[in-house]
């Protein structure tokens, strides 16, 4: 039976990867697979650190969106495939990958999912969460001082430089092609148990299959 797909779409810093990380703690884990599509940024180390600084990550030339097509029609197909491992420190593709196997729900989650035609089209569900700039900003600040080796400044002179009219330009036009539009706030749980549920109907479909 052919995988369902979830695509979760919004701006950086929207709560995409929480949300999904809530989806996927309330339903059987081990039924799903998870791919970000920040995996799939382009390899750069045929640039220096510095050189690779100043590209634009949030425009979707910075993707390799066939790969991720060509996973997503391959795990379809039931079979396994490796994705990518991203430094986000170095600003490049890590050596090797992590393999994901086929699952009966499959989510991805990245911020110009819903861009392309031919990659919005795999999904059958459509999720845009839709959070003010200035939520997304501080998120962004946090998670990359944190997580990420970023100071503020860096953080804040690409956010104006790219990441904020990217956003204007790409992703928040994205959102008219969601079946589903979530406000970001202090209260998810109503999204969390329908999105849930959703993927347990799913996942009980696909038991019910294997069963006959």
Request: proline share 6%; glycine share 6%.
């Amino acid at each position: 039976m052919k995988p369902y797909l979830i695509g979760i779409a919004g701006g950086s810093g929207s709560g995409k990867t929480t949300l999904t990380r809530q989806i996927i703690a309330a339903c059987d884990a081990a039924s799903v697979a998870w791919i970000p599509f920040d995996a799939y940024y382009r390899d750069l180390s045929q640039y220096n650190h510095a050189e690779r600084q100043q590209m634009n990550f949030d425009h979707p030339d910075a993707f390799d969106t066939a790969l991720c097509l060509q996973h997503l029609d391959a795990l379809a197909a039931q079979q396994s495939v490796v994705v990518p491992e991203y430094d986000f420190i170095a600003y490049t593709r890590a050596a090797g990958g992590h393999v994901v196997h086929p699952r009966p729900v499959i989510i991805v989650d990245g911020i110009l999912l819903f861009v392309d035609p031919a990659l919005r089209r795999r999904f059958d569900l459509r999720v845009y969460i839709d959070a003010p700039d200035d939520v997304r900003l501080l998120r962004r600040i946090l998670r990359d001082t944190q997580e990420r080796g970023r100071d503020v400044v860096s953080v804040t002179t690409q956010y104006t430089a790219t990441v904020r009219p990217m956003h204007q330009a790409f992703v928040a036009p994205s959102r008219e092609h969601a079946h589903i539009i979530i406000p970001s706030g202090d209260d998810t749980q109503p999204a969390v148990a329908l999105l849930s549920a959703e993927v347990q109907r799913q996942i009980g479909r696909a038991n019910d299959s294997l069963v006959r």
